[in-house]
């Protein structure tokens, strides 16, 4: 094991670090501000809207997040460089990074997969509790702030946790459209000193205590809500 290249490396790998925490950040908001409708309006409907909302779960979920991806970059991302008033907006010096690409693929996975994972927890919340809610004279979107959505997340919330974690594990592939997270890093000193193990080792020790920080912070999240007694 030789680590004489890490001094060297190491402010590169904090950008990279930087970039990962950034990508699974807007991954989640994002993902989760489209999730929690995309699971409401399939228990609630209209039936249009919930076939829509089913159909995109079904899609998302059943191809893998590597080709969503390239057609998002190497599809959507190749057209804007032809279209004029894109190219000559203040949006250009944005779109032309490969970054918002892949904010926006991996915002559609975690609305794809935590979708379904809210359809279960929606559903799941007694109903008595929502009648309740009702006949005190809470309006629906009282109702919903304040008893069916907390509920919901309440009962899911270790689920939400371990599909997060599963979407950091999966922002190396990012790497594949030359966002430079901590794997792209990592390629990049492997490539360029010619060291196999000890950049794929550091790499892995960088995620295991970032899927750590997780863990103790969605077990710290998780203790702050109320029980719910019997």
């Known amino acids: ?30 993902g989760m501000a489209l999730a929690v409708p995309i699971g ?13 909302a089913r159909g995109f779960c079904t899609v998302i979920r059943g191809t893998p997040l590597l080709i969503q991806l390239w057609l998002i970059y190497y599809g959507l991302g190749s057209l804007f460089p032809f ?24 915002t559609l996975s975690v609305a794809g997969y ?37 509920r919901a997340l309440q009962n899911v919330f270790p689920t939400l946790a371990g599909e997060f974690i599963l979407t950091l594990k999966a922002t190396p592939l990012a790497a594949t ?28 020790a960088i995620y295991l205590v970032l899927t750590g920080i997780l863990i103790l912070f969605f077990r710290w999240m998780e203790s702050r809500m109320p029980r719910r007694r019997a």
Not at 88 to 102: G, H, K, Q, T, V
């Open 177 to 204: 459209i030359t966002v430079f997270e901590v794997y792209g890093i990592g390629t990049i000193v492997r490539q360029e000193t010619f060291r196999i193990y000890e950049p794929l080792l550091f790499v892995a």
């Open 83 to 106: 279209v004029p008033a894109i190219r000559e907006s203040f949006l250009w010096p944005i779109l032309r990074d490969a970054f918002p690409y892949a904010v926006f693929a991996f």
């Open 114 to 150: 935590e979708g379904e994972v809210m359809r279960g927890a929606f559903r799941g919340v007694p109903k008595g509790e929502l009648e309740a809610a009702r006949a005190l004279g809470m309006s629906p979107f009282q109702v919903l702030r304040r008893v069916w959505l907390p």
């Open 40 to 52: 409401l309006v399939q228990v609630t409907g209209p039936l249009p809207l919930a076939w829509l």
């Open 1 to 30: 094991m030789q680590w004489y290249w890490l001094p060297e490396y190491l402010p590169a790998f904090a950008e990279g670090l930087w970039l990962t925490v950034q990508l699974l950040t807007l991954a989640i908001v994002f």
